[in-house]
């Protein structure tokens, strides 16, 4: 099963505006979805970099949202569970990828059949060990970023 994952700051492949990166205001781009099914528990959200030169880059972990959530505004704080980015940071960390290159950021919206109940600090890591077998549907939405 699908869920659609759509963002008015941008659409699938399309470039991610500079103010969603490291070079703008560093905010989380708006987000909405849909097709959420039955007797999900949570929603989880992970935003990574695929084409980072040491390996894929996380961007942002958000666990435990509520299932019925249907998205997240522009700027999302304080929703879930935040976890730790490459960035050392929690929350949202912007595209910034090397100068003279373009990178592929990928927005991946999971529903789950339970709540994850981790603590602050987690990474990707972390939350993809304990949604394993526990994933009803998923979405995606990419854009791009260059420097």
Known sequence: M???LTSSAFKEGETIPRRFTCDGENLSPELTWSGVPQGTASLALIADDPDA???????W???DLPPDLTGLPEGAANVGMQGVNDFRKPGYGGPCPPRGSTHRYTFKLYALDLKLGLKAGMKKADVEKEMKGHILAQGQLMGRYAR
């Open 2 to 4: 699908a869920i659609q």
């Open 53 to 59: 030169p040491a390996g894929t880059w996380v961007h």
């Open 61 to 63: 972990v958000l666990a």
